[in-house]
Nanobody, 124 residues
Framework: QVPLVESGGGSVQSGGSLRLSCAAS????????MAWFRQAPGKERDGVAA????????NYADSVQGRFTISLDNTGTTVYLQMNTLKPEDTAFYYC?????????????????WGQGAQVTVSA
């Protein structure tokens, strides 16, 4: 198990910004992809964004495109999610994922490792 330690999150008013961080210890993930998922109460866990260092690519869910930015630090072991222009519908528990096995980046079954999650609450 390679732990993923998340930080950030919290509560903000609609239109505000927050940043999530996720640090992976152990093996580097420069040749792999890291992602953020979120799960609202009573709903499934959905992919928010993913970044793949080797091919320098990013992917976003349509609902966050243009508002959220995913990035990696220079070591490729810490992934960030900058969330701007937050909306109440962005309220959820956000999870960091790593150990991508390939396939659909937004399919949670394609990731081996998960962070503990961080609550993001956006009030109207």
């Amino acid at each position: 198990q390679v732990p993923l330690v998340e930080s950030g999150g919290g509560s903000v008013q609609s239109g505000g910004s927050l940043r999530l961080s996720c640090a992976a210890s152990g093996a580097t993930y420069r040749s792999n992809c890291m992602a953020w998922f979120r799960q609202a109460p009573g709903k499934e866990r959905d992919g928010v964004a993913a970044v793949c260092a080797r091919v320098s690519s990013t992917n976003y869910a349509d609902s966050v495109q243009g508002r959220f930015t995913i990035s990696l630090d220079n070591t490729g072991t810490t992934v960030y999610l900058q969330m701007n222009t937050l909306k109440p519908e962005d309220t959820a528990f956000y999870y960091c994922a790593a150990g991508f096995a390939g396939g659909d980046w937004s399919d949670q079954s394609n990731y081996f490792y998960w962070g503990q999650g961080a609550q993001v609450t956006v009030s109207a």
